[in-house]
């Protein structure tokens, strides 16, 4: 973790991750840590699953996360379910203004956004940080392109650090 510190000379946004330094933290900080990550996905998960009628398996899938795990961070962020929930009632809310932007950048996740590739693709953190999922900051790439793109980054910090 340290060469992170020294390396990146981060946003204030992100420098607590950088300087994480304790993994021992304790179970409960980690699982509100959890649970405040789930907290700021809440308007993009709604949008996928009421809007987008994205699959509760496809959310998982895209956030990386079990079927059971989605189904759990969708309870506790009282999101109904497309079964017995009124679906639809929030259809439209990102249809206007600036955020729609990002959100269909988020949608063209069917193609690499460095290649033409349109299988084996991960969402890449622009940024490292994996706890800053903001839309932004998330990239579709395909396997080798991603993981050239570490492979150079780890290759640039590595030669900050000398
Ligand atoms: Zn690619
Ligand atoms: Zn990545």
């Known amino acids: ?19 994480m330094k304790n993994q021992q933290a304790g179970n409960q900080k980690r699982s509100q840590k959890a649970a ?10 709604v949008w996928l699953y009421q809007s987008q009628m994205w699959s509760q398996a496809r959310i998982a899938e895209y956030y990386g996360v079990t079927l059971a795990g989605i189904q759990k961070a969708m309870k506790r962020l009282a999101i109904p379910s497309h079964s017995h929930g009124r679906r639809g009632t929030l259809n439209g809310r990102y249809k206007d203004g600036s955020e729609s932007t990002l959100y269909r950048l988020m949608i063209q996740k069917d193609k690499c956004a460095m290649c033409p590739a349109t299988t084996g693709l991960v969402i890449h953190h622009r940024n490292f940080d994996h706890q800053d999922n903001h839309l932004e900051n998330l990239q579709v790439l395909c396997l080798p392109c991603h993981s050239s793109l570490h492979k150079r980054e780890w290759w640039r910090r590595r030669k900050l650090q000398l």
Do not use: G
């Open 1 to 19: 973790m340290r060469y992170l510190k020294i390396a990146c000379n981060p946003p204030p946004h992100i420098v607590k991750s950088c300087t």
């Open 36 to 45: 405040e990550t789930w907290n700021k996905r809440k308007a993009e998960i």
